[in-house]
Every structure is written in structure tokens, then in C-alpha cells.
């Protein structure tokens, strides 16, 4: 055990000790419930937790700003703060920033810059960002410098919290109901990408890649001969803060049109690109002078898997709409049970918050601050949510403020259903494709290819009397007849998809023998199959209105 991992366990301890019983640390219950809102004041509380976190350095300003995104975990007036976590340290000496830049790119800042200013643009826990001109080509370029031994620090810092948060999680309630090891981990893998520089540029050309037509927006160019895992130069992008526009570009601005496409913008990266840039808050959206809005900063990235992409589509479309119901059941679906998960009074308390929502104006629909407040409900509740929901949900959250920064009568919940139709369109032809449609039919070979096999176990098992069924009925003869009718609709089926793949497979076969200019026979396979499918649907049908009548 090193000092490092000696001073860390002493600085995680004596936060626990500080903040621990506010947060529930250690009891049984969690410390209040409440109401997540992007419009709540930081309390004092929350503040000095944020000021206690900037002191400790680096590591634990990035567990903050993950810990901003838990609204399972963290109380509304303390999100507010952490929200605000500002890095807040001072500029690395040019010298130590020359002897990283020429160390990465192998060559002297002179011959590679034609002028590099020694005065940082910005500063920041893990880096800071230069303004220079390439030697080469004269271009406009910011040069981003991570400070020195900072990820050896971080890791470090690390792995000691993941040894302190591992014992939490073992021996008190709230790591076992929040999974504190989880979320370090989370933020583990976060951090690692975000202090190798090369990974950035990739976002950022990922992004430009699929953002590609949306002429009101803006993602720096990247330079990968003057880039490397600890040094990032990308085009200068002038422009303002959002939040610093004054009330003169307030009015020359069409605010309507650059909200809807920056909305539509980041849909499409969560639920068609399945990712997305996961942090917009307004010191990374700026407007340039030509009047667009340029997206900076990609070092932290969320990403979306095939089927959640569908799942949040949905979701966000019952939000919209006020489909309460809907929007419970979605929000199970997308969940994963703990040892400790309430069903009822989680769907019950989604429904709500869905349904009191239906009463706000414009001014007060917020559908990021909506989905932190779905977060909240299944954590309370026991339902693990994926951790790309998180960040979704601060990601609409800084979202909303710009949206309605640019434009306040800006309303979300409309923005997402003129969009959804769009957007359910492109995931349709995304399983429409070849891949999609090769998986379905790989799927079907491999339901036609094991079912002989599995027939055969089953036979075997009749055979040798191993298969036992448990029936609670009065008329056992009547069972005995409905399960002989499923036994033989079931064997048809099987005969006519063999005879649709039979079929499928003669097609390709040459013969002189043709009907409408195919393989007669196989044709007639396909006509076969669907006179006997026909048949099937109608003998089912008959038999239904039957048993109704």
C-alpha cells in the first residue's frame, strides 16, 4: 500500500463521515425522497460537498460530475451544485506543457507551430487548451495538453476509492441498494477513455460523420499528425457561450430554428446513431459569427445499444404524449430487477409523475428533468437502470436549458413528436436492411436446423417416460383433443415452412419447367404453402369464433 492509496482512503473516509448520514449512507432508508428540477438552488449543503470535491483534485471533481447525472442517489439542491462543478485549478507551466507536446509529437513546438500562445485558452482538472497556428498550412488551431502524471494520479486515486466503495457495498444497506462499486467502475471506464486523446479525436470525427447535412451545427476538424493519446489539435472555432448571448443577437438570431435543429440533432445521436455527445452544457455549445452553433469538447461520450435505442424511442414518446401507462411498462422493460424491486409501487409511481406532468405549460416542460425523475423512481425501487440512462437524462437536461436559452417559448415534448415518426421510419429501415434481415433468417435456419433434434429429445423422453405434465382440469378427454389440434396445427406449420424454404432454395435452381418466369416448381411449392397457410389462419379463425360463440 503506497501514500497515495493511504491519503485517498483518508480523504473518501472523511467524506462519508461528513456527507454520509445526509445521503443514507449506512441506514436502512434512503434520506427523503424529492423532486429532481433543473430550476432548484443549490443548498448549502450540496455546495460544500462540491467545494470539498474540487479540493480533493481531479478524480474527485470527475466523481462529482458523474454523480450530478444519479438523481437515484443525489438530492435535487446537491445535483444543482454538482452540476456546477467548475475545475478549478491553475494553468501548467509552459514548460512542462512544451516538454509534453514535443514528447508526443516528436518535434520542437517551434518547427511544428508557427505560434503557440503560452497563455491557456482554458484550464481543466486533466488538461488544458492552447491556441497556436500550424507551420505548415497556417491553419486556426487549439491545442488540448493534458497535465503531467495525471492519469498515473487518477488511476491510483481509483483504484484505492474502488477498495473503499467495494466494502461499502458489502457492508451497509445503501451500497447494496445503489451499487456504489458500479458506479466507480462507470466512471473507471469514463475516465480511461477520456485521458486518451486519440479517443477523442475519433468522437469528434464520429460525430462530424454522422451530423453530416446539418448545416447549423459545427464539429471541429481534427489533425491526427499533430494529435496523440495525450495531446489533441483541432480547429479554432470562434463563437460566444450561449449563455452569454447578449439581447442584440438575442433578436438577429432565429433561436426557434437553431433549438429544433439541435434537439433534432441529438434525438437522431441517441436513437439512431446510438451515440451521442453526453455533455452540452453552454460552455461546450457556442454560436459562431456566421450564426450557427458549434459542439465542443467530446471527451465525454454516451452510447446506446440496438434494442435500448428502440425501448428509449418508445419511452420518450409515451412522456411526450402522456402515456403513463405506457411509459411504466417501457421503463420496466428497460430495467433490470434487484433482490429488492417493488414492481407495483414503481410502475405506480411512474404513472404519476407521468400524469402530474400533463398539467405543466411550456415554460415548465423539461423532458431531461423528466427522465432523471424516472431514474430516481427505480432507484428508490430497485430497478437498475442502464448507465447510458443517466447520462441521457443530464444530457436533456443541459438540452432543455439551451433549448429554452435560445428559444423560451421552445417546447420538447412537441419537438419529440414531430420527430418521432421521422425517427421510428429510420429505426424500421435499420431492421430492414441486409444485416437485419440476414440475422432473421439466421435465426429461422437455426429454428428449422434444431427442431428436428429437439423433436427427437422429446420423443426419446416420451419414450422412455421421463416427460411429466402437471394438469389442473375437470375434463381431462377435452385437454387430451385440444392438445392433440395444437400437435397437428403445429406439425402443418412446419410442413409448409419447410416447403417455403424448400422452395426458396429451388429458385435458384435452372429448369425448363418455369411459371411467371421462375422455377415452375418451386413456384408451385409457394403456392402450395400459401393455399395451406390460408387453410391454417382459417381453420383457426373458424375455431375461435366457435369457442366465442
Known amino acids: 500500500m503506497n501514500t497515495t492509496d493511504l491519503a485517498t482512503y483518508k480523504d473518501v473516509a472523511l467524506l462519508f463521515l461528513k456527507y454520509g448520514s445526509k445521503l443514507g449512507v449506512g441506514s436502512d432508508e434512503f434520506a427523503g425522497t424529492f423532486e429532481v428540477t433543473s430550476t432548484v438552488e443549490p443548498s448549502e449543503d450540496g455546495k460544500e460537498f462540491a467545494r470539498d470535491l474540487e479540493k480533493l483534485g481531479p478524480t474527485f471533481v470527475k466523481l462529482g460530475q458523474l454523480l450530478s447525472t444519479r438523481a437515484d442517489i443525489i438530492p435535487p439542491d446537491w445535483m444543482a451544485a454538482l452540476q456546477r462543478l467548475q475545475d478549478d485549478v491553475e494553468p501548467v507551466p509552459m514548460e512542462d506543457i512544451r516538454e509534453v507536446v514535443e514528447a508526443e509529437l516528436g518535434g520542437r513546438i517551434s518547427k511544428l507551430f508557427e505560434d503557440f500562445d503560452e497563455t491557456p485558452l482554458a484550464t481543466a482538472s486533466l488538461g488544458q487548451v492552447h491556441r497556436a497556428t500550424l507551420r505548415n498550412s497556417g491553419k486556426e488551431v487549439v491545442v488540448k495538453v493534458q497535465r503531467p502524471n495525471i492519469r498515473e494520479r487518477v488511476l491510483d486515486e481509483l483504484d484505492a476509492i474502488a477498495k473503499v466503495t467495494s466494502w461499502v457495498d458489502e457492508h451497509t444497506e445503501f451500497g447494496r441498494k445503489y451499487e456504489a462499486g458500479r458506479i466507480v467502475s462507470q466512471m473507471r471506464r469514463s475516465i480511461v477513455k477520456e485521458l486518451n486523446y486519440n479517443e477523442e479525436a475519433m468522437n469528434l470525427e464520429r460525430l462530424a460523420q454522422n451530423l453530416e447535412g446539418a448545416d447549423l451545427l459545427v464539429v471541429p476538424g481534427t489533425y491526427s499528425d499533430f494529435s496523440s493519446e495525450r495531446v489533441l489539435t483541432m480547429d479554432y472555432v470562434a463563437g460566444t457561450n450561449i449563455t ?3 439581447g ?20 437522431k445521436q441517441v436513437l ?12 461546450n455549445i457556442l454560436l459562431t459569427p456566421d450564426r450557427r452553433l458549434a459542439l465542443l469538447d467530446l471527451g465525454m461520450v454516451g452510447t446506446v445499444p440496438d434494442q435500448l435505442k428502440d425501448q428509449l424511442l418508445q419511452l420518450l414518446a409515451a412522456i411526450a404524449e402522456g402515456r403513463s401507462s405506457d411509459a411504466a411498462e417501457i421503463t420496466q422493460s428497460i430495467g433490470t430487477p434487484r433482490e429488492h424491486y417493488e414492481m407495483e409501487s414503481c410502475k405506480e409511481a411512474i404513472v404519476r409523475l407521468v400524469e402530474d406532468r400533463k398539467g405543466q405549460n411550456v415554460e415548465q416542460l423539461q423532458v431531461g428533468q423528466m427522465v432523471m425523475e424516472v431514474t430516481q423512481v427505480c432507484g428508490e425501487h430497485g430497478l437498475r ?6 447520462m441521457l437524462g443530464k444530457m436533456l437536461l443541459n438540452l432543455d436549458i439551451i433549448g429554452k436559452t435560445l428559444d423560451p417559448k421552445f417546447n420538447p415534448d412537441a419537438a419529440i413528436r414531430r420527430h418521432t415518426g421521422p425517427l421510428a421510419q429510420h429505426r424500421l429501415k435499420d431492421h430492414l436492411s441486409f444485416g437485419g434481415v440476414l440475422h432473421f433468417l439466421t435465426d429461422v435456419k437455426e429454428l428449422f436446423s434444431q427442431t428436428p433434434g429437439r423433436i427427437n429429445d422429446f420423443l426419446t423422453s416420451l419414450a422412455e417416460n421421463d416427460v411429466k405434465v402437471s394438469v389442473d382440469a375437470i375434463d381431462e378427454n377435452k385437454l387430451l383433443r385440444g392438445f392433440h389440434r395444437v400437435a397437428n396445427r403445429i ?13 426458396a432454395m429451388m429458385m435458384n435452381i435452372e429448369s425448363r419447367f418455369t411459371l411467371f418466369g421462375y422455377p415452375g416448381l418451386a413456384i408451385l411449392f409457394f403456392l402450395a404453402a400459401a393455399i395451406g397457410g390460408l387453410l391454417l389462419v382459417g381453420s383457426i379463425m373458424i375455431s375461435e369464433l366457435k369457442h366465442k360463440s
Open 491 to 503: 406439425t402443418v406449420g412446419l410442413i409448409l415452412a419447410a416447403m417455403i424454404v424448400g422452395a
Open 272 to 283: 439512431i446513431d446510438g451515440f451521442f455527445h453526453a455533455d452540452p452544457h453552454p460552455g
Open 385 to 390: 437502470i442502464p448507465d447510458s440512462m443517466f
Open 248 to 267: 442584440v443577437v438575442h433578436v438577429e438570431v432565429n433561436g426557434e430554428q437553431l433549438a429544433e435543429v439541435l434537439f433534432a440533432a441529438y434525438l
Open 244 to 246: 452569454d448571448l447578449s
